[in-house]
């Protein structure tokens, strides 16, 4: 067995905040497992709407989490493509059901709370429908062999989700459905992360977080917090493109920046440059904590980061003061996914290049937990590895308050037994009941 992390050494989070946490929460521990509604069966790179609409069995899912003992499901209400998974006037729902509603109802049967996963600046379909509120690039360059230029707004093709067409459906008619659609095929999977994708690549469109777009997705945070009895509030892309330098530089973000610092500092280069990013972020977290209180003041209030760099990464490239949001929002949950970089199972290679980045994200960690000021709940992977990875993780990133999960589809039969067991033996039963 691994040797567990003595986490207590790094992390430096108020007790009092952990004891609200854990009374709000109701459970001594926290066991989730994370659930795509729009991904498929299998992996998550497939954006498969008709199964959403007909193939997904709420209770079949229930009853399996009640088995293996979980005690919260985390459901992705909005995913990256913009798709909305419950019942919204506001939103763009193509799935022609209410699906967050159908799991509030199943879930009162079961001892198991459901926390919901919402994606905020990334939105495919925003970007198709208001081309005006996209990020807008500060400099020309080339990603994934495509070239981008100065003053172009961030759409792109998408680096990893792909879609087939529905049987008997025609490209030209699908897109109607899904305008974001283009004709370009991936035709093979390869082995690498950024390469297992296969199908009809779409575009994705990163938002301006000074826009519009802000004032859309509160809109949309009021009428899941107000109409469903969730016990948590968890914003993903929570920030700028990970993959690119230079968002955003539309005209809202130059004004407003200006406003602040005035026409000496310079735009992309200038450290007011990065504060600016990360104070447009920590204004978007304090909006919507501020929006989930208000309508519900014991709703759990959360976000996700990414390891890496501080400078280079989570500051440059993203815009997330962890330290900043952390004090807003009242979880962190960083998504720690080394298995996800490779699995043994796929030959010694990339078995290494896993162990690598386990090696480098349990260190990252260790350097940086001081920085949140939150209870921190770690996200890992049960998808795309083997068991005794799986199991290495979840024992790795648990930071005392329990683990999640990612994901329901795609985790084995023998990942299940051991999730089951997991929970029976090292989390113990007693610690996952709700006494409220
Ligand atoms: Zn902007």
């Known amino acids: 067995m691994v040797r567990k992390v003595d986490w207590s050494k790094y992390v430096k989070i108020k007790q009092d905040k952990i004891e609200s946490f854990v009374k709000n929460f109701g459970a001594k521990k926290f066991y989730a497992i994370g659930l ?18 007909k193939g997904l069995n709420i209770d079949e899912i229930m009853t399996k989490l009640e088995d293996a003992h979980f005690n919260t499901l985390g459901i992705v209400i909005k995913d990256t493509a913009g798709a909305c998974t ?36 990334n939105d495919a379909y925003q970007g198709y429908l208001h081309p005006d509120r996209v990020s807008v690039h500060g400099k020309s360059g080339e990603k994934y062999g495509i070239k981008y230029h100065e003053g172009e ?5 998408d680096g990893e989700m792909r879609i087939d067409l529905p049987e008997g459906i025609a490209f030209q008619e699908y897109k109607k459905k899904i305008p ?19 199908g009809y ?53 130059i004004q407003k920046f200006r406003d602040i ?14 504060d600016f990013k990360a104070d447009t972020i920590v204004n978007y977290a304090r909006k919507l904590n501020d929006t989930i209180k208000s309508i519900n003041n014991t709703c759990v209030s959360g976000w996700f980061c990414l390891p890496g760099p501080k400078k280079l990464f989570s500051r440059k490239r993203l815009g997330q003061d962890w330290t900043k949001l952390s004090s807003i929002l009242d979880v962190v949950s960083p998504m720690e996914y080394p298995y996800l970089m490779g699995t043994r199972d796929d030959g010694w290679y990339w078995g290494k290049i896993a162990d690598f980045f386990y090696w480098y994200f349990i260190r990252n960690l260790k350097k940086r937990a001081k920085e949140f000021k939150a209870p921190v709940l770690i996200t890992t992977n049960s998808v795309e590895c083997n068991t005794k990875e799986m199991l290495k993780q979840m024992r790795g990133f ?39």
Not at 36 to 53: C, T
Not at 92 to 121: A, Q
Not at 181 to 197: H, M, P, V
């Open 180 to 198: 974001f659609l283009t004709n370009q095929i991936d035709e093979e999977a390869g082995k690498s992360r950024d390469a297992r994708g296969e």
């Open 36 to 53: 795509m509604p729009i991904r498929g069966q299998k992996g998550f790179r497939k954006l498969d709407y008709e199964f959403a609409e």
């Open 86 to 121: 419950w019942n919204t006037k506001v939103g763009w729902n193509p799935t022609n059901r209410d699906i967050l509603g159908e799991f509030c109802d199943v879930g009162k049967d079961y001892n198991i709370e459901i926390i919901v996963s919402f994606t905020s600046m």
């Open 201 to 253: 690549i779409p575009l994705t469109s990163f938002m301006c977080p000074n826009s519009e777009h802000v004032n859309y997705l509160l809109e949309l945070v009021s009428e899941v917090v107000k109409n469903y009895p969730i016990k948590g509030f968890f914003a993903d892309y929570i920030r700028y493109d990970g993959a690119y330098t230079d968002l955003c530089t539309c005209n809202r973000c």
């Open 153 to 157: 707004i961030s759409t792109h093709i």
């Open 261 to 274: 610092y005035g026409n000496k500092p310079k735009l992309l280069k200038s450290s007011e440059w990065y």
């Open 398 to 436: 648990d930071l005392g308050l329990g683990i999640a999960v990612f994901k329901y589809f795609g985790t084995s039969d023998e990942q299940w037994k051991a999730l089951k067991r997991y929970a029976e033996e090292e989390i113990g039963l007693e610690n996952l009941k709700f006494s409220n």
